[in-house]
């Protein structure tokens, strides 16, 4: 047996969403990743978001590329289909689901193999697009299931298990994210359950692309001395700009009310983000902003978390092509066949 | 004095007009081809051009044919020569009685000419340079001022060219006047100093019927309007830019919702071949029609996403418009070369439904089957168009549609199908046809739902590395190929007028050339039994028609004799039973070539051995 069957059983208790969904709802099959790999912390943290937010699982498309990342939406959401497709070209997969319908949630999950090297490309053009989507980068620095060669996000002077040292830069792919016009972005860690919750949430209620990096460290090949994406490197060096809590337009989930440090953002669809800052003069809505305070704290040596940039006016991909708001999938003959007397007057324009 | 007699032809000649790129030339002589049509006599017209913009030669050739043969004849009884870098060139390819038009503002070069042909002179940079003073005018205008002239010399109607002057610029009367104006220039010019008409005319006529004049891109793009296509992604590349650009078009015309005016359709230029594709697949994986355009380079690129639906059975659609390959090869030529690279595309073992449309009409019927054919199988479709149909303009049958037809979604299971309890098996051959039933995103809260991947799974989509659980998928897939025989254009076959051992294979683009070619074997004495292939997966009809023949002639249109190896490989013919015919110089085949070819061949089987000596 190649899959592993998860139990049925759970306890009757379980605590339930709006829907009525336990987690159990929003889990899927067991994870076959390492014991401690850091991307099943940020299964974990995918599966809390859908259900703080009572999303309807099955109305999630979750689509990867191919990696250890990549593995992971078999491990969430079992209710919902998923899609692993080819290395890198997750972005343009999701792309052409979203455009066939718009009415689901889309979540794209990518690893830095997969998203800063062979499919930077796709990345950096989804992204520009304006794709309604959540995109997920589960960053280690390094390949994992071919054991251990440097990704384009491993830092320079980075060691690998092996002790070589890395000579090549390293792609900051939230930099890049907000150079391209990415009106959600934000960077977290996955040993911070706390940041990265909310985080997701409020990605996932952005209408536009939302782009979030989690640092999640390898545990068979990149959790060493001498890495930089290490459990222990990223928390010494994490600099968070801010917390973020979500509210939904029902009932806050979570606020930390400390009077005059929370700012309140409001996203199309009613949902609103609280941000707790830490850093006084931090602005999410000023680009500019946001890309110098990452140059400034990279060059630190410093991990900058957090809701670094967002637009709440954001416009999507559908709403640049002003396609029809039915999903397109569902449009039927009548709809789309112009007929035949159109096609005798198409005719008499040809002769 | 010419040595040979000028040709005399009504109705039936070849003008070639030899321009330079970027020089505007392009609109009078697709005038000089409708107005033709006008007079009621059909023409066929191709476009020869280089892979740049500006600066290098082109041509444009108009068949003048009142018998109504479609394909490329060979040969030029009338060479507009306005292109000084191919005169030689050109001179030479003229018909020995044929014409030479040309530019007599400068004196014609003192060498060594041709006796054999008639050389008319106009001073067209005189004219020219009289009337305007503006450059692009003079450059603009000098096409027009040569229309006028032919049309004098070829005894045509100027009221019909006026006429489509008039239907081409009706909203801009000052353009719509100076035309009319460069036209009687050429035209009084010509009447006042040479003798009009020449031997070559065109005489009215009632040979064009109902038929349209269309280009196979923009029939194929209107077919994918018709044929329920809403996603489409692209990226440029020559001959297949004008499909989309022309999807684009039609969407815009005919896909607005009239109420909201938003677009029933959605269209990405993607960043590259395989982020078009990877958006056909993303949108054909959630339920909508898309397909993409491209040519050889762009299917090379898209081979591992081609593969993936193969494996994984999602529906998508590739117009594939050929050029001359392998590599760049020859952009703006034209060959039927990606027959075996699209039917077998992407590693391990694939295969792909192809479509071969000979004409426009076919262009469009078959791209708007292409995405009943896409979703039915669950799989990538191929369109395989050619740049002689798709940029080339062809004298076609009408386009019809069924108002009755509905699309084909294919085995799509249901929420209601789901809660009706209904065993749902992602890759489950419920009904022995090898073809499965899918559910899309968003289906069924609870069930329905699945894992795609390109890794081996089970017959509900469970991850598994089985060797045998894999063996049992692909033999599956190989039934479902087999299901496809039956749903893809079938062959159509004509036999000659008399019982014969021999036949001949044919497909797409070559099929106007074709018809020509078996009429002029007929008149050497040789019958073929005729059999147009218009799909893969190959019918039944195929094996049969090779089995009852000695042997059989496969013209094609590249090196490798790619759809003969196709037959042979698919059917386990012996491949002595199948005679290649090749032409792969990336301009269109002729008929005169398929009759030499194929005939040479007849008149060998007619020669007695000599008998072997004797020691």
């Known amino acids: ?351 | 004095m010419s040595a040979t007699a000028p040709i005399s032809s009504v109705n039936d000649f070849v003008v070639r007009f030899a321009n330079v790129n970027g020089s505007g030339s392009a609109s009078a002589n697709e005038m000089f081809a409708r107005s033709i049509i006008r007079h009621g006599v059909p023409v066929s017209p191709r476009n020869i051009f280089p892979s740049n913009i500006q600066g290098l030669p082109t041509w444009y050739e108009v068949r003048v044919t009142e018998d109504g043969h479609l394909g490329a004849r060979g040969g030029v009884d009338m060479m507009v020569a306005m292109n000084p870098q191919t005169w030689d060139k050109d001179v030479a390819s003229i018909e020995p009685g044929g014409y030479l038009f040309y530019d007599s503002t400068k004196p014609m070069p003192a060498s060594k000419f041709r006796e054999d042909i008639t050389v008319i002179g106009v001073p067209l940079t005189a004219i020219t340079n009289s009337t305007y003073t503006d450059p692009r005018q003079r450059q603009l205008f000098k096409n027009i001022i040569y229309l006028g002239a032919l049309s004098a010399l070829l005894d045509m109607d100027p009221k019909v060219i006026e006429q489509l002057i008039g239907e081409q610029y009706k909203t801009k009367e000052k353009l719509l006047s100076s035309n009319v104006h460069a036209l009687h220039l050429g035209r009084d010019w010509a009447l006042q100093n040479l003798k009009c008409p020449i031997g070559l005319r065109v005489q009215k006529a009632d040979k064009v019927g109902d038929r349209i004049f269309v280009e196979g891109n923009n029939a194929a793009a209107l077919g994918a309007v018709y044929g329920g296509a809403t996603v489409c992604a692209w990226y440029p590349i020559t001959p297949s830019s004008s499909l989309a650009d022309a999807f684009t078009s039609h969407c815009k015309r005919l896909r607005h919702d009239p109420e909201t005016k938003k677009a029933k359709y959605a269209i990405v230029q993607g960043e590259d071949e395989i982020a078009s594709i990877g958006i056909v697949v993303g949108a054909g994986w959630n339920g909508a029609r898309a397909f993409t355009a491209t040519s050889g380079p762009g299917v090379s690129l898209m081979t591992e996403f081609i593969g993936l639906t193969y494996f994984a059975e999602i529906p998508a659609v590739i117009m594939n418009v050929q050029r001359a390959g392998p590599s760049t090869g020859m952009p703006t030529r034209t060959q039927q070369c990606d027959v075996i690279s699209c039917a077998y595309a992407s590693h391990g073992d694939t295969k792909h439904p192809l479509l071969f449309p000979e004409d426009p009409h076919e262009a469009f019927e078959m791209a708007a089957q292409c995405f009943d054919l896409a979703e039915r199988l669950q799989s990538t479709v191929f369109l395989m168009l050619d740049l002689d149909i798709g940029m080339n303009h062809r004298l076609c049958r009408p386009f019809k549609w069924d108002e009755s037809k509905q699309y084909d979604r294919g085995k799509v299971m249901t929420a209601a199908m789901l809660d009706e309890g209904r065993d749902f098996g992602r890759y489950l051959d419920v009904d022995g046809d090898g073809i499965p039933f899918r559910t899309y995103p968003g289906t069924h809260p609870t069930k329905g739902s699945y894992f795609t991947r390109g890794t081996s799974r089970d017959r509900y989509a469970r991850y598994s590395e089985e060797g045998a659980v894999y063996q049992d998928n692909m033999q599956r897939l190989l039934r479902k190929f087999e299901t496809a025989k039956d749903l893809v254009p079938r062959p159509l076959q004509a036999n000659a007028q008399k019982p014969t051992k021999y036949g001949v294979i044919y497909y797409g683009s070559t099929s106007p050339a074709m018809d020509e070619a078996v009429g002029m074997l007929e008149a050497r004495g040789h019958q073929l039994d005729r059999l147009r292939i218009r799909a893969f997966p190959f019918h039944s009809s195929v094996a049969s028609f090779i089995a009852d023949h000695d042997f059989v002639y496969v013209v094609e249109q590249n090196r490798d004799a790619q759809l003969r190896q196709l037959i042979v490989n698919e059917n386990g013919i012996d491949p002595v039973r199948l005679v290649p015919i090749l032409h792969y110089d990336g301009t269109p085949i002729t008929a005169r070539f398929i009759a030499k070819a194929i005939g040479d061949h007849q008149d060998q089987l007619k020669v007695t051995p000599l008998r072997k000596v004797v020691s």
Request: contains cysteine; hydrophobic residues 35%; proline residues 3%.
């Open chain 1, 1 to 351: 047996m190649t899959y592993i069957a998860k139990p049925k059983f759970h306890h009757r208790d379980l605590p339930k969403n709006e829907l009525g969904y336990t987690h159990r709802d929003y889990e899927g099959k067991i994870s076959t990743l390492c014991a401690g790999c850091g991307h099943d912390s940020i299964t974990a943290a995918i599966i809390e978001a859908c259900f703080d937010l009572s999303i309807e699982p099955h109305r999630v498309a979750k689509i990867s590329g191919i990696g250890c990342s990549s593995k992971t939406p078999d491990y969430f959401l079992g209710n919902s289909h998923g899609f692993n497709t080819v290395h890198g070209r997750m972005p343009s997969v999701l792309t052409g689901a979203n455009l066939a319908n718009r009415e689901l949630i889309y979540l794209g999950v990518s690893g830095d193999g997969d998203s800063a090297s062979i499919g930077f490309g796709q990345f950096a053009h989804s992204i520009r697009r304006g794709v309604n989507m959540t995109y997920i980068v589960e960053n280690n620095g390094v390949y994992g299931l071919t054991k251990g060669q440097f990704s384009a996000t491993a830092d320079r002077g980075s060691k690998s298990k092996r002790g070589v040292t890395n000579s090549d830069n390293a792609i900051d792919m939230v930099a890049i994210a907000l150079q391209l016009g990415a009106t959600y972005v934000a960077r977290s860690f996955s040993g911070d359950k706390h940041q990265l919750v909310p985080i997701i949430e409020g990605a996932i209620r952005h209408q536009g692309a939302a782009f979030i990096d989690v640092i999640s460290p390898c545990i068979a090949f990149n959790n060493h001395t001498g890495s930089t994406k290490s459990f222990d490197y990223v928390r010494e060096h994490n600099e968070a700009v801010n917390r973020l809590d979500v509210i939904t337009g029902r009932a806050p989930i979570s606020i930390d009310q400390a009077p005059g440090t929370v700012q309140v953002v409001e996203q199309h669809d009613g949902t609103k983000l609280a941000l707790r800052k830490i850093d006084a003069d931090y602005d999410v809505h000023d680009r500019l902003a946001a890309m110098a305070f990452l140059q400034k704290h990279a060059a630190k040596g410093q991990v900058v978390t957090g809701l670094l940039y967002v637009d709440p006016e954001a416009d999507d991909l559908h709403a640049n092509l002003n396609t029809v708001e039915k999903a397109l999938n569902t449009l039927e003959a009548k709809d789309l066949c112009p007929g035949s007397s159109a096609l005798e007057k198409i005719n008499a324009s040809l002769r």
